[in-house]
């Protein structure tokens, strides 16, 4: 006789984990999320319990159970094809381990309504806080009388009336002492490569752009000024745009490395039709992979996305695990390192040998 099909076994249970291990299940509990007061030997056995019976949390129900926290926090950043974010998202995994937490990171886009969609998400998964790189545009959705009691810690840009904890780059003082760098090297005419108006980083660095031209007398010129490139690709437009000048700027300054990526192929294109040419000094802000390598003279100003992401965790498990303190908005500002111009003996060399600025 054909006994049919088996039926599956039943998944192992807390309550069996815990009977293996000759604890409690609240200790096994305790154990899965994070480990807090629970004596070191006592996790080794929950956790050997575990590995034996194959056990997995089931997170639906969990996260339907009242009162019982989810362990997740909600992370939304603008690009993801963006090194950059790859670090800062490293950095609030780092953090959010040590808390005993996980991490839904999810991408906007520079895209206002993704990023409405994507924290309405993050609510439904009932995260215990949020981190976002915001887009810059309307902030509603971001507001506590929306989010309620679940804390946002804004990274890398403010938003206007908005207050909520943020962690932001030192930007007005990197682009204003990398820029004045470039302006007592003897350039007076600078050309300027940034993203959109509303995103804040933008807006910061062009104020410590402008700031650094002003101390040397110098006017912004507005045909030396590109702003709205969100990648490299149209950063490499607006490169080309500028070194068609008939006076071209002798140097440029690049808000982000997706500028800088751009405006380094709209060089290396030229120099390829003509490799006597000498390319315009390039102020990067963001390092960019493999810089030294570059035929182009370049200075970078350096900072730590990953630290950048690290803080911003920081700050929203402080939050989440002393919820009992005042509850102003905080502003913590990370600093920036301005390099030596990489690269310039290779310019130096081509300008001994006759080369010729771009025309």
Same mark, same amino acid.
């Given at each position: 006789?054909? +006994?049919? $099909?088996?039926? !599956?076994?039943?998944? !192992?249970?807390?309550?069996?984990?815990?009977?293996?291990?000759?604890?409690?299940?609240?200790?096994?509990?305790?154990?899965?999320?994070?480990?807090?007061? #629970?004596?070191?030997? #006592?996790?080794?056995?929950?956790?050997?319990?575990?590995?034996?019976?194959?056990?997995?949390?089931?997170?639906?129900?969990?996260?339907?159970?009242?009162?019982?926290?989810?362990?997740?926090?909600?992370?939304?950043?603008?690009?993801?094809?963006?090194?950059?974010?790859?670090?800062?998202?490293?950095?609030?995994?780092?953090?959010?381990?040590?808390?005993?937490?996980?991490?839904?990171?999810?991408?906007?886009?520079?895209?206002?309504?993704?990023?409405?969609?994507?924290?309405?998400?993050? #609510?439904?998964?009932? /995260?215990?806080?949020?981190?976002? #790189? $915001?887009?810059?545009?309307?902030?509603?959705?971001?507001?506590?009388?929306?989010?309620?009691?679940?804390?946002?810690?804004?990274?890398?840009?403010?938003?206007?009336?908005?207050?909520?904890?943020?962690?932001?780059?030192?930007?007005?003082?990197?682009?204003?002492?990398?820029?004045? %760098?470039?302006?007592?090297?003897?350039?007076?005419?600078?050309?300027?490569?940034?993203?959109?108006?509303?995103?804040?980083?933008?807006?910061? %660095?062009? =104020?410590?752009?402008?700031?650094?031209?002003?101390?040397?007398?110098?006017?912004?010129?507005?045909?030396?000024?590109?702003?709205?490139?969100?990648?490299?690709?149209?950063?490499?437009?607006?490169?080309?745009?500028?070194?068609?000048?008939?006076? +071209? +700027?002798?140097?440029?300054?690049?808000?982000?490395?997706?500028?800088?990526?751009?405006?380094?192929?709209?060089?290396?294109?030229?120099?390829?039709?003509? !490799?006597?040419?000498?390319? +315009?000094?390039?102020?990067?802000?963001?390092?960019?992979?493999?810089?030294?390598?570059?035929?182009?003279?370049?200075?970078? /100003?350096?900072?730590?996305?990953?630290?950048?992401?690290?803080?911003?965790?920081?700050? &929203?498990?402080?939050? &989440?695990?002393?919820? =009992?303190?005042?509850?102003?908005?905080?502003?913590?500002?990370?600093?920036?390192?301005?390099?030596?111009?990489?690269?310039?003996?290779?310019?130096?060399?081509?300008?001994?040998?006759?080369?010729? $600025?771009?025309?």
């Amino acid at each position: 006789m054909n +006994p049919g $099909p088996s039926r !599956p076994k039943a998944a !192992p249970t807390v309550r069996e984990v815990a009977e293996l291990a000759g604890v409690s299940p609240m200790t096994v509990s305790r154990t899965l999320s994070g480990g807090k007061n #629970v004596r070191r030997e #006592v996790q080794q056995r929950v956790m050997d319990a575990v590995a034996t019976l194959g056990y997995h949390r089931n997170e639906n129900a969990r996260s339907i159970r009242p009162g019982h926290r989810s362990d997740l926090i909600g992370v939304a950043i603008t690009n993801l094809a963006n090194p950059y974010y790859g670090h800062f998202a490293l950095g609030v995994e780092e953090v959010a381990a040590q808390h005993g937490r996980r991490m839904l990171l999810g991408n906007t886009g520079e895209d206002v309504a993704r990023e409405k969609q994507l924290v309405s998400d993050f #609510v439904g998964r009932q /995260v215990e806080g949020l981190i976002v #790189v $915001p887009t810059g545009g309307a902030a509603d959705h971001l507001k506590g009388t929306r989010l309620g009691d679940i804390p946002l810690v804004l990274a890398s840009r403010t938003v206007r009336g908005l207050k909520a904890d943020t962690v932001l780059i030192d930007d007005v003082n990197g682009a204003y002492e990398s820029t004045k %760098r470039i302006l007592e090297a003897g350039h007076t005419r600078i050309g300027f490569l940034g993203n959109v108006i509303s995103v804040a980083t933008a807006s910061r %660095r062009y =104020e410590g752009f402008c700031q650094a031209l002003a101390e040397f007398g110098i006017e912004s010129d507005p045909d030396l000024v590109t702003r709205g490139q969100q990648d490299a690709a149209a950063a490499r437009k607006a490169m080309e745009a500028l070194l068609a000048l008939d006076d +071209p +700027p002798t140097a440029v300054f690049s808000t982000n490395n997706r500028n800088t990526i751009g405006a380094l192929e709209a060089i290396g294109q030229r120099r390829l039709r003509d !490799p006597k040419l000498s390319p +315009p000094t390039l102020i990067a802000f963001d390092d960019v992979e493999l810089a030294h390598l570059m035929q182009v003279p370049l200075l970078v /100003v350096s900072h730590d996305p990953r630290e950048l992401g690290a803080q911003a965790a920081r700050m &929203l498990f402080e939050r &989440l695990d002393h919820p =009992e303190r005042a509850k102003r908005a905080r502003l913590i500002e990370l600093p920036v390192v301005v390099g030596d111009i990489l690269n310039q003996h290779r310019a130096k060399r081509r300008r001994a040998a006759g080369a010729r $600025p771009l025309p």
